[in-house]
């Protein structure tokens, strides 16, 4: 079991404007900030999606479009260091009119129509995710 410890720094409350990528917007934000560690959540709504789920088998990633509106129901993610960066791993669960959810990792390509998020900032050794050979994933070493 890998864990570290963390007391909390700041928090931010924030809304992205219609239009923007959620992935990317999210991202650049933690990076504008040099947040090395910490988690995210949000809700709202897309004008459209794009998600993606890790086959165990095949060690591939399939993405999914929904080229429709969707209200998020819930997107958590974290934030640690990839080759030294800070980046945001998220994933969303969405629904659709009918109340159909679905679910999976937020790829870039999500484009936001409302979004309201928290970012909480946390104070301690940043996780660096690596390589993981068994998983094949870039997980935290």
């Given at each position: 079991?890998?864990?570290?410890?963390?007391?909390?720094?700041?928090?931010?409350?924030?809304?992205?404007?219609?239009?923007?990528?959620?992935?990317?917007?999210?991202?650049e934000f933690?990076?504008?900030?040099?947040?090395?560690?910490?988690?995210?959540?949000?809700?709202?709504?897309?004008?459209?999606?794009?998600?993606?789920?890790?086959?165990?088998?095949?060690?591939?990633?399939?993405?999914?479009?929904?080229?429709?509106?969707?209200?998020?129901?819930?997107?958590?993610?974290?934030?640690?260091?990839?080759?030294?960066?800070?980046?945001?791993?998220?994933?969303?669960?969405?629904?659709?009119?009918?109340?159909?959810?679905?679910?999976?990792?937020?790829?870039?390509?999500?484009?936001?129509?409302?979004?309201?998020?928290?970012?909480?900032?946390?104070?301690?050794?940043?996780?660096?995710?690596?390589?993981?050979?068994?998983?094949?994933?870039?997980?935290?070493?």
């Open positions: 079991m890998l864990v570290n410890k963390y007391s909390l720094t700041e928090i931010y409350q924030g809304r992205l404007e219609t239009g923007d990528d959620l992935a990317e917007e999210l991202t933690v990076q504008g900030k040099e947040i090395k560690a910490g988690k995210i959540s949000a809700i709202g709504a897309v004008q459209n999606a794009t998600i993606s789920y890790y086959d165990q088998e095949t060690k591939e990633y399939g993405a999914k479009e929904f080229d429709e509106a969707m209200e998020i129901v819930n997107l958590e993610g974290n934030i640690s260091l990839k080759d030294g960066e800070p980046i945001v791993h998220a994933h969303i669960a969405l629904a659709d009119e009918e109340g159909n959810v679905y679910g999976g990792h937020l790829e870039e390509g999500t484009t936001v129509f409302a979004c309201e998020f928290v970012i909480q900032e946390y104070d301690g050794e940043a996780l660096e995710r690596g390589f993981h050979e068994m998983t094949e994933l870039p997980l935290w070493e």
